[in-house]
């Protein structure tokens, strides 16, 4: 039982809470939370909970817990995300935590047709037995706004 998905999570809530923060607005740091969060993960690496050779009831508390952990960073992550969007404007938003640029497959809504990046340039579009999907690039670290728009070709594959 490793605790590596849990501090990934908690990884995510501090990036895009940083930025949530840097971006101003109303949204505000969930500092006691965050501290409360680190401290289980801390707390399930003593020394008999991390390699699993505790107790069937320890296991299932740290289990629990665990559970608990990701629960929590994934409730503050989507509030720091959501400071970030702006859901009036139709816009969908490509997030991507990573340390390197990367383009994502992602579905578009029913009644869009294609969709177009920040900058106004049309993306592949490819249809898949039912959605309709883009292929649409995310910078390291950041995000992109996808709008309704044309597609820039359909793909085939080979």
Request: with cysteine; proline share 6%.
């Amino acid at each position: 039982m490793g605790s590596h998905r849990r501090e990934l999570s908690l990884r995510e809530v501090e990036r895009w809470g940083s930025a949530g923060v840097a971006a101003g607005g109303d949204y505000a740091y969930t500092e006691a939370e965050m501290a409360e969060l680190w401290r289980t993960v801390l707390l399930m690496q003593f020394h008999d909970i991390l390699p699993g050779s505790s107790i069937k009831r320890v296991h299932d508390e740290a289990e629990a817990a665990y559970a608990g952990v990701v629960d929590g960073a994934r409730m503050c992550a989507g509030e720091a995300v959501d400071a970030l969007l702006d859901p009036t404007d139709g816009a969908m938003v490509v997030l991507n935590s990573l340390s390197w640029e990367r383009s994502m497959l992602v579905i578009l809504p029913e009644h869009w047709t294609g969709a177009t990046d920040a900058q106004g340039a049309p993306l592949t579009a490819q249809e898949a037995d039912g959605p309709r999907l883009v292929e649409a690039p995310a910078p390291a670290r950041g995000w992109q706004t996808l709008r309704e728009g044309e597609a820039a070709a359909n793909y085939q594959p080979p």
